[in-house]
């Protein structure tokens, strides 16, 4: 095991597969040169060159296009998308073409290409660079969408993703590309489809995605306080969706919470709890509540920010209000 | 159903001199569907005209003429040509309000035909209402009949905010007799449509006449359905579907879009809030399949049938 930040080990689960395979190769804004906005790519370039490590114009369109393209005809490309707000100026791409692309050609065509965005809040960067948008692309029939909380999710979701056939979209979460944390040495690749059990419990199961996963996590450390022994489940992959490692741990403690990052109406968590209701209706002992940020956009202000977006004080209020 | 909207739009420039149309093929065509048929050659070019075809350039239009005091109503042509202004529509129209403090309405109403059932394959028979109803800053409404499209469309034109007006391209050429209303339940309301004891299905856009058609079949077995129509995606009437569903607790949601984050889920996982201790069994989803929208042929094992919709009751009902 080493330590790592989140941005370096996606640097480091790049690096991974650019050096596995030579159809992988890495494209965006700023990913080359600058090491990424976020600098998530540092050391990319050097490592593999121009060819490989591609810096774009400011055009997303052209970036997945270009990756759209490039998967169709054998390579493996990872297009950055700076922040994942601006997956709305490709959704066109998205929606309608790469997602599309298997199903319309009878399965003749894949696309084996992966975008990772940086997602979410808490860089106070305002309405238009801070949304959570993962919950959209978990409605389009024909990707694949993951999100991961742990620096060594970071690089073997990521992994993963590039080893799938089929489009993958990896939300990356801003706040978290300073944590640190222990990632396995040697080659490490993540099954997608998987969710783990972050923190066993009996009492309660709180599911989170990405950020919200630590937050959670403190929660569950409140609320051993209060006497409430919380089970944290981190989602990792909204698709393909574990139901069985939800559902087995909500069996065991007939209460549910989801803590979602992004706005309440259609969320992920919208879909989840209408599962786990329709499966497990006669063992809950409560309605599943769902912790999200309220329907705004976001404000850019440090203290609405901070009322807005799940705090560890509004998760632990809600599963004491909600078994109270 | 399209000659009520385009009553409304005839109207709403009649009474609003504020009030343009634009969008591609809307001015001298009449646009596809025939939705603006007329319009250009009654109010002139000036207010209603036709656009490059350019989505983003549509939606940002409307935006800046906001600014200048116009109460802009676009059309989409296509639910998935909305796509390329997404970025427009959910970065700027959702934003722009809350943005500049409420000191500027954003007015904007975006028509767009939506859902299937015209065998228009991929990109000509989607469901986009979650990408919206999940944005924040838009209100989402989807009209079931005549009637109330032009009641729902003259008041998102009304509205201060920016509404997006999913029109069921299916339901274009039904009729409705009765009289032309802007009034009676609005933006946000849902309505009961058929009255039932045993069970509510909950519906929006076409899929109102086609559960209402279940309901029929299901009443002849003593399955009493309750039928609501959601009309507004977004906000979404907690009061009706909370009244509904203690009162026959027990709910089917059915919808074309594919089911996973569909509006089902929403209204699945809101009904539990509101109602939990009341429901019999837990909430039914009847949607489209996971996949993109098929080709025609597939078109009728797509959308939820009449049969796959008394099934689903029947499952409820004997839970």
Redesign the interface.
Known sequence: MAELTYRQAVAEGIAQEMERDPLVFLLGEDVADAGGAFKATVGLLERFGPERVRDTPISEEAIVGAAMGAAMTGLRPIAEIMFSDFLATCWDLIANQIAKTRYMTNGQISLPLVIRTANGAGSRFGAQHSQSLESWAMAVPGLKVVAPATPADAKGLLAGAIREPDPVIVFEHKSLYASKGEVPEGEHVEELGRALVRRAGEDVTIVALAAMVPRALDAAERLREEGVDAEVIDVRSLVPLDMSTIASSVAKTSRMFTVEENPRLCGWGAEIASIVAEGLFDDLDGPIVRITTPHVPLPAADELEDATVPSVERIVRAVLAAIG | MSGALNRALYDALAEDPRVLVFGEDVGRSGGVFRVTDGLQAEYGEARVFDTPISEAGIAGAAVGLCFAGWRPVVEMQFD??S??A??Q???HV??MR??VRGRVDLSITLRIPAFGGIKGK??HGESPE??Y?????LKVVAPSSALDAYRLLRQAIADPDPVIVLEPKARYWSKESGELANDGPGIGDARVLRDGETVTLVAYGAMVTRVLDAAAVLAEEAITARVVDLRSL?P?DDGVLERCARETGRVVVVHE??R???????V???I??LA?DH?Q?????VTG????YPPASLEPLYLPSVERICDAARKVVA?
């Open positions: 998935a040509f796509y390329p997404m970025e529509v959910v970065d959702a934003k809350m943005r991929e990109h979650t990408y109803a999940h944005t924040a800053g977004s979404l879009a594919p996973s984050v569909g509006l089902g889920a929403e699945a996982a809101r539990m809030e939990f429901l069994a837990p909430v039914a989803r399949w996971d996949t993109p839970y």
